[in-house]
Nanobody, 123 residues
């Protein structure tokens, strides 16, 4: 069973950049991986995802151009680079995995989740 653990969250100012990492225990070579975020009182929403064979990444339209997802299959690591952060980016960020090839924006398509890492963006 693959286990995921996010790291890199923290408190930043609007306009700053931040890099989050997701480390996997167990092989995610055949996993499509994705990032989601959940703001207080809101639904968990898709940030972006990348398939096991590098198809994608696909990003949420609202974040395209300000985020970049990459993966290192040798290190079993998924990375989310966020630039020009805005206060509405304050959320818990989760990485998730699914064994199908295509990243999807639906939380129920993913069967493997990390515990999340908090990102707080101050104006």
């Amino acid at each position: 069973q693959v286990q995921l653990a996010e790291s890199g969250g923290g408190s930043v100012q609007a306009g700053d950049s931040l890099t989050l990492s997701c480390a996997a225990t167990g092989s995610t070579v055949r996993y499509t991986m994705a990032w989601f975020r959940q703001a207080p009182g809101k639904e968990r929403i898709f940030v972006g995802g990348i398939s096991w064979d590098g198809n994608g990444p696909n990003y949420a339209d609202s974040l395209s151009g300000r985020v970049e997802i990459s993966r290192d299959n040798n290190k079993e690591t998924l990375v989310l680079q966020m630039n020009n952060l805005k206060p509405e980016g304050t959320a818990v960020y989760y990485c998730a995995g699914r064994t199908d090839r295509t990243p999807t924006p639906r939380t129920y398509d993913y069967h493997c989740w990390g515990q999340g890492t908090q990102v707080t963006v101050s104006s």
